[in-house]
């Protein structure tokens, strides 16, 4: 079946992006840079639907783009795909772009009710839990008609699971900072760790890391940025440690840039990740990485990088990495040329590129892909 919605020559393709919302994390902002890049060009019309309100919103340029709220209950009201799918006829949307899993599942559902219109699953990580709600979208998953993914790990995801389809792999934007240039005020043990305080981010052993480092060498300095479900079981850690004056637990904040610039290291031991973005962040505002050894970290530091921790699931391991790290003559920018020659070719305009080409060659939907079986 062709695409009735096929662009020709003299129309813009239009594209709708579905967030459910814009809560915390990487994939949240990564979406914002991504869509304000796209509503400055002139090939594609966007249209962006959010179903919840969320603590990026900000973030959007939302003048120069058409914002859309769905306005039901909750990630699982069904009413969500009818009002999806009525932007989707009224619009004459060309692609789909749904965005992180409470907006695969209706995306599905919504397209199935419009096949004229392509559908693109976004894929930020590498692994999930075994629950219905992952199991569910692997199902649905692999009749999207293109999954672009943000790092190899989670294009090899969805091959493990039989798509079949059209796939890309397109990295992240990466912004330079707004202090760039400017000196730090950064002390020689001083570390951060920025994210959500989740299992994924292996948070728990990071800071009983921190606890021991600061057991063994009391002039270390520790800030937690982020908020999450563990965050109780981390300050009864650091409690019980006697440590509390060494390290912080900051909360969620806008101002990532300024607190960035009052450490040496970032450290980050999670168990995986998509493209890491705050990992890339730290990386263009002078930090240098203490990160365990997993294959999303080493394809943005190169396999030779020197403050890999191989054995991350220890924390006496990830103690003696962060002082070696402190006395070591390689904690400098010469040990990020790999990291910075990945982040010259994630400039906005050069990924959306990438996005764009991938969009267009969408013009023919074969409504068999999403029939069942």
Request: overall charge neutral; charged content about 20%; proline content about 5%.
């Amino acid at each position: 079946m062709t695409n009735g919605n096929k662009p020709g020559p003299n129309r813009r393709i239009t594209v709708a992006f579905f967030i459910s919302s814009l809560g915390d994390g990487g994939a949240q902002k990564q979406f914002a840079l991504l869509a304000n890049e796209l509503s400055r060009r002139d090939d594609v019309r966007l249209i962006v639907v959010r179903n919840l309100p969320g603590i990026h919103d900000h973030l959007l340029d939302e003048d120069r783009m058409d914002c859309r709220w769905l306005g039901a209950s909750g990630n699982y009201d069904p009413r969500i795909i009818t009002r999806l799918r009525r932007v989707l006829r009224d619009e004459r949307v060309d692609v789909l772009f749904s965005w992180l899993q409470a907006a695969d599942v209706p995306a599905f559902f919504a397209r199935s009710l419009h096949p004229s219109t392509a559908w693109v699953l976004a894929e930020r990580d590498s692994a999930y839990p075994k629950n219905w709600r992952f199991v569910l979208r692997d199902w649905l998953g692999v009749r999207a008609d293109a999954i672009v993914a943000n790092s190899e790990a989670g294009a090899e995801y969805w091959g493990r699971r039989g798509y079949r389809g059209r796939h890309a792999v397109i990295s992240n934007i990466v912004t330079p900072s707004q202090d760039a240039g400017e000196a730090s005020s950064a002390g020689q043990h001083t570390a951060l760790f920025v994210g959500r305080l989740e299992p994924q981010k292996n948070v728990i052993t990071t800071v009983q890391a921190l606890c021991v480092a600061v057991s063994r060498n009391a002039r270390w300095r520790f800030s937690l940025v982020g908020q999450g479900s563990q965050l109780p079981v981390l300050k009864g850690i650091v409690e019980d440690a006697g440590v509390s004056s060494a390290i912080e637990f900051v909360g969620f904040t806008h101002e990532v840039d300024s607190v960035m610039r009052r450490f040496r290291f970032l450290v980050s031991m999670s168990l995986h990740e998509g493209l890491p973005n705050v990992l890339l962040e730290a990386i263009t505002r002078g930090l240098i990485p203490i990160v365990s050894r997993i294959p999303e970290h080493e394809a943005v530091l190169g396999p030779n990088y020197p403050f890999y921790v191989n054995e991350y699931g220890d924390a006496s391991s990830i103690a003696e990495m962060l002082e070696i790290a402190s006395v070591s003559p390689l904690a400098n920018s010469s040990s990020l040329a790999h990291a910075r020659g990945l982040v010259a070719s994630m400039a906005p305009g050069l990924v959306a590129d990438e996005y764009i080409k991938l969009f267009q060659s969408l013009g023919a939907v074969d409504a068999s892909v999403i029939v069942d079986g």
